[in-house]
Nanobody, 124 residues
Framework: QVQLVESGGGLVQAGGSLRLSCAAS????????MGWFRQAPGKEREFVAG????????SYADSVKGRFTISRDNAKNTVILQMSTLKPEDTAVYYC?????????????????WGQGTQVTVSS
């Protein structure tokens, strides 16, 4: 089992920044690809960003490229999503997820463990 706890969400004006953190506990953190997903009301959960176990490979959704940065600190069992130039359409609940694999999958069904989510609201 892997336990994931997100933090850092909140309300921000368009153009602003937020930093989301995900703290992992349980099994060996470096065995897992880590991903960030989001789900807006009435919409399906979608991939935002993913990072490989060692951090050398990263993938982003086209909608966040150039604005969001994912990183991980394997010594602290933490994955970070730095979000900048936020837009109202970024409003969603953001989830951290872990997948015991070596490939960054973009489908939520590939991920084994999920956090409880943190709300991000971007006002116009």
């Amino acid at each position: 089992q892997v336990q994931l706890v997100e933090s850092g969400g909140g309300l921000v004006q368009a153009g602003g920044s937020l930093r989301l953190s995900c703290a992992a506990s349980g099994r060996t953190f470096t065995n897992y690809v880590m991903g960030w997903f989001r789900q807006a009301p009435g919409k399906e959960r979608e991939f935002v960003a993913g990072i490989s176990r060692g951090g050398s490979s990263i993938s982003y959704a086209d909608s966040v490229k150039g604005r969001f940065t994912i990183s991980r600190d394997n010594a602290k069992n933490t994955v970070i999503l730095q979000m900048s130039t936020l837009k109202p359409e970024d409003t969603a609940v953001y989830y951290c997820a872990a997948d015991q694999t070596i490939v960054i999958f973009t489908s939520p069904s590939a991920y084994d463990y999920w956090g409880q989510g943190t709300q991000v609201t971007v006002s116009s």
